[in-house]
């Protein structure tokens, strides 16, 4: 499984972005979106179940970002608003058969991350 992101760049704050995850999705898969600033570990944003869409975010990003999944195109899309300054990051898609798991260990397919910046 190749996985690649695309959508990145730079936007002011309260701007959004779309985040594109290619040749993403299988039967019984998961899909992730993770993001990892400079000094700071990889961390879970939100995730989506390939056969049913359930998804989950992570407290910081709720109400703002909405990951979704389109079969036919076998993508999934992190729609991002309301950007901060905290949303700074490098983003990654990621890929594991099963369910969704916050944990990055979790996740045995990646892609090459899509760099965010968020300005003030």
């Known amino acids: 499984v190749q996985l690649q992101a695309s959508g990145g760049g730079l936007v002011q704050a309260g701007g959004s972005l779309r985040l594109s995850c290619a040749n993403a999705?299988?039967?019984?898969?998961?899909m992730g979106w993770f993001r990892q600033a400079p000094g700071k570990q990889r961390e879970f944003v939100a995730g989506?179940?390939?056969?049913?869409?359930?998804?989950v975010y992570v407290d910081s990003v709720k109400g703002r970002f909405t990951i979704s999944r389109d079969k036919a195109k076998r993508m999934v899309y992190l729609q991002m608003n309301s950007l901060d300054t905290e949303d700074t990051a490098v983003y990654y898609c990621?890929?594991?058969?099963?369910?969704?798991?916050?944990?990055?260990?979790?996740?045995?397919?990646w892609g090459q991350g899509t760099q965010v910046t968020v300005s003030s």
């Open positions: 990621a890929a594991r058969n099963g369910d969704i798991t916050p944990e990055t260990s979790g996740y045995a397919y």
């Open positions: 999705g299988r039967t019984n898969y998961a």
């Open positions: 989506i179940t390939w056969n049913w869409g359930t998804t």
